[in-house]
């Protein structure tokens, strides 16, 4: 902490690292008692952003002095403030910020809720509302929001200057008074609860932040504080929290491996997709979320329109959502350029290939590519089980290619699985890295495997859960317990949704190879038509046009030779034993080398299979073998 006076205006400097309670509160006492000095600035805590809001209840005694300070106090505050360092500038009467500057309150995406007075003293200075939307919401204040909502007061000049001339303004003023709570309906108490609880997905937080916010509108600010702090210690000591900023540190990590950070990535300003279906199209609608000018080459001119169409029904929708404006949406459509063959690829920096899922047909498109493409292009693959190798392998300049594995709906889904082959050089997988960076995605290397990570641990998890049926448990219990357990559907329902097709005609093709493949009970629906959703049903019914799963009593039939007497598993047993298998898979890739460390593991899951978050993934799990278990 470093103290300048400038005139009467003392300014003190927080060295963040080591901002120390009792430091601050002596500060406030002696700065009170100091006749020369007016008016205090602080400057320093910008972005509380390394901070995992371990331990904000130690800070509380300091914001307590700066709220009670006799001389005024103003925050000058630079990139923004985020959890405990919003917390701090809270406790002081004023706040001066930049026009970039962002607020927000991350606690509730540790586990926690923010736990230096912020439920209690946001709303007194923002109002119930606002204030409910940043603590238990994540929502992050603008500069601009900001300052309409009384929480900042812009200055556009140089921050220091403005603010110790603000405080020499303010010196001689009385010190502005705490705006009074307005009466709350009870209604938006109760409209805020449903909306937080929907979108919680079973985390205690959010809702404990609302319930924190509320009795200190409802007992008094220091009610209010003291049940912050007793919330806040008892979610800081739970599991959840633990989970949640392993997650948050794993994810802040994978952006920028640590082998790359000496490495300048490979320059690319456009992109080309190579096929126009399903993950072209998401692909190019990803590219288009992020800016990037892009080129979608199909086939022939039928399947061009397709996936134009395809792509325009994502832009239309994301419009409808209200995510788009009607300009943007169009602007988003107009800067993909339509083409059937390679010609116009010469300038291209990046090439993604996501045609069918055929080596022979993979080879034809790169062996194209590299007549038309610079040297130094950088040319990827979004194969999801072919050997990376095998499909450059012949390629001129070799250092030029990886795999960018992306899940589907690309233009939502998080993952993208990154998939070096031996040659690819440092700058093309520094660039694999920051498209991912660009594209708001989570990056995780994956070494070569069948399945890479995801799909290979996905495969044992259908495994376990198809050696579980024909134990003669049944599907729909164990889709039951998966959903329990926090996923969204359980492996039975993604079957359907996904379509029992593929892996079908897998299984087929090994069969005509001579391989044994004992027979499944996805076979004999897949060869009585019931390929899933698609169909009208697979291991349930769907009434036409809906996704709802119901019993069915002709799959139990056909299924009926292959599965064992019914047998009763209890919904923690089903999933201890699912979640077991994927953990057991996990560690044999990870004695492989294919993923460099269990947390990439759990990261795969959480962003790419839907495995809640709450509960940090199936290696943080099994590390700490934690009961696995549903929802409280
Ligand atoms: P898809 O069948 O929906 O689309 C493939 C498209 O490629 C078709 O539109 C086809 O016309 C086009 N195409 C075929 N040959 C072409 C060629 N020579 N030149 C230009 N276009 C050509 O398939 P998909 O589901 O989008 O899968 C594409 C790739 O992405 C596959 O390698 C697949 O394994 C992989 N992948 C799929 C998923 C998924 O969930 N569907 C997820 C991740 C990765």
Redesign the pocket.
């Known amino acids: 902490m470093q103290i300048d006076h400038q005139g009467g205006v003392a300014v003190v400097t927080l060295d963040e690292s080591s901002v120390e309670a009792q430091h601050l509160v002596e500060l406030v006492s002696r700065l009170d008692a100091d006749t020369a000095v007016m008016a205090v600035v602080l400057v320093g805590m910008t972005v509380g952003d390394g901070d995992l809001a371990t331990d904000e209840p130690s800070l509380e005694p300091a914001i307590a002095a700066l709220s009670a300070a006799r001389k005024p106090w103003v925050a000058a505050v630079h990139g923004g403030a985020s959890g405990i360092g919003l917390q701090l500038i809270l406790g002081c009467g004023y706040r001066l910020a930049g026009p970039t500057a962002r607020f927000d309150l991350p606690e509730v995406g540790l586990g926690v809720i923010p736990g230096a007075g912020g439920t209690q003293r946001l709303p007194r200075i923002i109002g119930v509302e606002a204030a409910i939307g940043v603590v238990a919401e994540n929502v992050t204040l603008g500069a601009a929001r900001a300052a309409e909502l009384g929480l900042v007061t812009l200055v556009t000049g140089d921050l220091l200057t403005e603010a110790v001339a603000f405080a020499e303004r303010v010196a001689a003023q009385p010190l502005p008074v705490a705006r009074a709570l307005e009466p709350i309906d009870l209604g938006v108490w109760q409209a805020a609860e449903a909306r937080i609880a929907a979108k919680s997905k079973g985390m205690a937080a959010p809702l404990l932040a609302l319930g924190a916010v509320r009795l200190g509108v409802e007992q008094g600010l220091d009610a209010g504080l003291a049940h912050e702090r007793a919330t806040y210690l008892r979610l800081n000591g739970r599991q959840e929290a633990a989970a949640l900023r392993y997650l948050v540190r794993a994810e802040r990590a994978a952006l920028h491996p640590a082998d790359l950070r000496a490495v300048v990535p490979r320059r690319f300003r456009s992109a080309a997709v190579?096929?126009?279906?399903?993950?072209?199209s998401g692909i190019v609608a990803a590219l288009r979320n992020a800016g990037l000018p892009v080129v979608m080459?199909?086939?022939d001119t039928d399947?061009l329109a397709?996936?134009m169409q395809t792509l325009a029904g994502m832009f239309a929708a994301a419009e409808r959502r209200g995510l788009l404006t009607s300009e943007a949406a169009a602007e988003r459509l107009t800067g993909v350029t339509p083409l059937v063959g390679y010609a116009g690829l010469g300038d291209c920096d990046l090439v993604i290939e996501?045609?069918?899922?055929d080596l022979a047909?993979k080879q034809?498109?790169f062996g194209e590519l590299a007549k038309v493409c610079r040297a130094d292009a950088i040319l990827a693959t979004?194969?999801?089980?072919l050997d990376p190798s095998q499909i450059a392998a012949g390629l001129p300049g070799p250092e030029r290619f990886i795999g960018l594995?992306?899940?589907?709906p690309a233009q939502v889904m998080k993952l993208m699985e990154i998939v070096p082959v031996p040659e690819t050089a440092p700058d093309v997988l520094a660039a694999g890295f920051a498209l991912a960076g660009e594209l708001g995605k989570i990056s995780v290397r994956s070494g070569i495997c069948d399945g890479f990570i995801g799909n290979r641990i996905l495969r044992r998890y259908r495994g376990e859960a198809e050696a579980m049926l024909a134990e003669g448990v049944g599907y729909a219990e164990i889709d039951a317990a998966m959903r329990g357990f926090g996923y969204a559907m359980g492996p039975f329902e993604m079957q359907d949704l996904a379509g029992l097709d593929i892996s079908y005609m897998t299984r087929q093709a090994a069969r005509a190879r001579g391989e044994v493949v004992p027979e499944t009970p996805g076979d004999l629906l897949v060869r009585a038509g019931r390929k899933g959703q698609k169909t009208g049903g697979g291991w349930y019914d769907y009434a036409p046009g809906e996704r709802k799963a119901r019993p069915s009593a002709e799959a139990a039939r056909l299924i009926a030779p292959l599965v064992g007497a019914q047998v009763g598993l209890a919904a923690d047993q089903i999933t201890a034993r699912l979640i077991s298998a994927m953990a057991a898979e996990g560690r044999a890739i990870l004695a492989e080398g294919i993923a460099e460390n269990a947390a990439a593991i759990d990261l795969v899951e959480v962003h790419g299979y839907g495995f809640p978050r709450r509960l940090g993934g199936p290696m943080f799990m099994t590390a700490r073998q934690t009961q696995v278990k549903g929802p409280d």
């Not at 979004?382 to 089980?385: G, Q």
Request: charged share 15%.
């Open positions: 190579i096929g126009g279906g399903t993950m072209g080459v199909e086939r399947s397709r996936g996501a045609v069918f899922e047909v034809a498109v979004n194969t999801s089980y594995h992306f899940f589907s």
